[in-house]
């Protein structure tokens, strides 16, 4: 029953943080078929990679960097090209920042959410499609809210955010690490 709790959570976790349009990066226009929920956490779990299941939201970040380090080493393991993963990397560090923001602060929601919009634009104008670009936010989003106290961290957000306006992402959207 706890995993069935976990996928309903999973799904409507990314029904509610759906990315906003944005053009993708040039490439094919073939659809390539995405894996459900299951199959992207089946994989993880398969693997030689293991994610932090521990309670704390946060999880550990030992570099500093924002982004958890268990999601860093997922996004290593990708089969990304170099912009594309610092793109992959600045979505982690604004999926990061959404899970960790103090909901009472309206400037930091404001924030946060101006982040993840960047970052959501970024990935879509790096990655080699649409199809891609969309795959691309959805697993990351699985992988970073893999527990039932992220997942709940971010739907907290995410009910904090709903009907906020930011203003769109500039350019791509990449901050300077990952505008190449």
Known sequence: MKKLSMMGALLTFGLLAGCGGGGGGGGSDTATPSKT???VMASVSASTLQLDRSSAVAGTD??????????????????????????????????Q??????????D????????????????????DSLDAGY?????????SANTDARVAAYLAYAAAVTDT???????????????N
């Open 37 to 39: 929920t299951t199959e």
């Open 62 to 95: 030992a570099n500093g960097d924002g982004v958890r380090d268990d999601v860093a080493a997922w996004i290593g393991a990708q089969n990304y090209t170099t912009a594309m993963g610092q793109a992959a990397t600045q979505l982690a560090g604004a999926y």
């Open 97 to 106: 920042v959404a899970l960790t923001v103090d909901l009472a602060n309206a």
């Open 108 to 127: 930091a929601l404001r924030a946060a959410r101006q982040g993840a919009s960047d970052a959501v634009e970024c990935v879509m104008q790096r990655a």
């Open 135 to 143: 795959k691309a936010v959805a697993d990351l989003r699985r992988v």
């Open 165 to 179: 306006v930011v203003r769109s992402p500039e350019g791509t959207g990449c901050t300077s690490t990952s505008s």
